[in-house]
């Protein structure tokens, strides 16, 4: 079945949390001690209708405070899909769980209430969308029921909106316009009458409608080497195999390969999954290649088509969010993680703080936490990259610090 995989967008109540929880309502997707807890939560509030947020928000200051604070994810299905929404907070002060939630989805839902429109965080939730090259966009003007279901009010939400796309630099991006009740369920999953003027899909229906993408795009064939495979029996003595993740594009017994960094060359001979072998692998699989030629490879190594060599450099420039309470500036080493090679690395410069609202960018010479900008990088040795907006996959990387071992921002290369 396929897989489709969702994140969300949204200010502080404008019901990001209702939506996905009426979502798995009118699916029939709660368990049944799922709805009675919600059930029960909700006439101790004094409501008289169902508090589908409890659904989703988990933490218990989420339920105290009625916002959205961690990444949830959540699991439904369909008879045509199965879904996994990543439910991300909206809050400035979380910008980085927002990248972290949009990073690998296919789909984006930003919400707005129709009693408020396209206001600051609406452009800061569409750059991080275009800065990540998420393709499908859908705008959710979410609590029509508390504007009278107004035509007017939605026309104006969406020629604003239009106004925002304009401004971004992403044109191959898809975006769509549903008006809906969360609360009510209007035009989530079923269309029910309160909209008559409107005559587009529900929700639900559109992204029943939508082909599942690979979330990387196509583009020039990239075999990260995750891990060599030795056997140590008899009957595969001689087996060398390395195995790792697919993308880019596909790769088939007979292609001539160069081996990153050492620049090696080879052809394939043998493409394992699992227990069978196959003439050729799409992009997006996990397999194990053989090569011909007995040659030295590694964890970390790249496995590249010999026409098809990405930029082999020392020096690069990147866009960078930054996730650490402590400040990003120069002369700062740190660890490059990009694919399974890891690189010792400083940061030779901030260039600039990126406004998310599109109106420009201001030099700085550091990065906050949650704050985007452009980091020049210098690295030990040299990284075997393609820009991200060629291929994703091998134009991403997070930064580690070598102290506390954590994820202190990810990066994007120019």
Not at 8 to 31: C, E, F, N, P
Not at 120 to 128: A, L
Not at 147 to 167: G, M, P, R, T
Not at 170 to 183: D, G, M, R, T
Request: proline share 2%; net charge negative; glycine share 6%.
């Amino acid at each position: 079945m396929e897989v489709l995989k969702i994140a969300t967008a949204g200010s502080v109540d404008d019901g990001k949390s209702t939506l996905i929880g009426r979502l798995l309502y009118d699916t029939q997707s709660l368990t049944t001690d799922k709805l009675e807890a919600i059930e029960r939560s909700s006439k101790l509030k004094g409501y008289d209708y169902l508090d589908f947020s409890l659904a989703t928000d988990g933490l218990v200051a989420e339920r105290e405070q009625g916002i959205t604070i961690d990444v949830a994810h959540i699991y439904f299905s369909t008879a045509k899909k199965s879904y996994i929404i990543a439910d991300t907070p909206g809050h400035v002060e979380y910008t980085r769980n927002m990248v972290t939630g949009a990073s690998t989805s296919q789909v984006s839902i930003i919400l707005i209430d129709a009693r408020k429109g396209v206001i600051e965080q609406t452009y800061r939730h569409f750059f991080i969308n275009n800065l990540l090259r998420v393709k499908e966009v859908i705008v959710a003007v979410n609590k029509m029921d508390l504007v009278d279901y107004s035509e007017e009010v939605f026309n104006k939400i969406k020629a604003d909106f239009e106004e925002l796309n304009a401004k971004s630099t992403f044109k191959e991006q898809n975006v769509s316009y549903i008006p809906l009740s969360a609360l009510t369920g209007d035009n989530v999953v079923e269309s029910l009458g309160g909209m008559p003027w409107y005559q587009g899909q529900t929700i639900l229906e559109h992204l029943e409608a939508l082909e599942p993408t690979d979330v990387y795009e196509k583009g020039q064939t990239r075999f990260p080497v995750q891990t060599v495979i030795r056997p140590k029996t008899e009957q595969y003595h001689d087996f060398r195999g390395y195995a790792g993740k697919l993308y880019g594009n596909n790769i088939k017994v007979g292609d001539a390969v160069t081996v990153l960094p050492s620049l090696t060359q080879s052809k394939v001979s043998k493409i394992h999954f699992f227990d069978q072998q196959f003439d050729e692998a799409t992009a997006g699989s996990s397999i194990t290649i053989e090569l011909e030629n007995d040659i030295n490879v590694t964890r970390g190594d790249m496995i590249v088509k010999s026409g098809e060599l990405p930029r082999i450099e020392k020096d690069i420039t990147t866009t960078i969010c930054w996730m650490d309470s402590k400040k990003l500036v120069a002369g700062t080493k740190y660890l490059v993680q990009h694919n399974t090679n890891r690189v010792l690395a400083k940061v030779d410069s901030v260039r600039n703080v990126i406004a998310t609202d599109y109106s420009g960018t201001t030099q700085a010479s550091e990065l906050s936490l949650n704050e985007i900008g452009e980091v020049s990088i210098k690295l030990s040795k040299p990284l075997y990259f393609d820009s991200y907006n060629e291929n994703k996959a091998n134009g991403a990387f997070i930064l580690i610090d070598t102290s506390t071992n954590t994820t202190a921002g990810v990066g994007f290369i120019k």
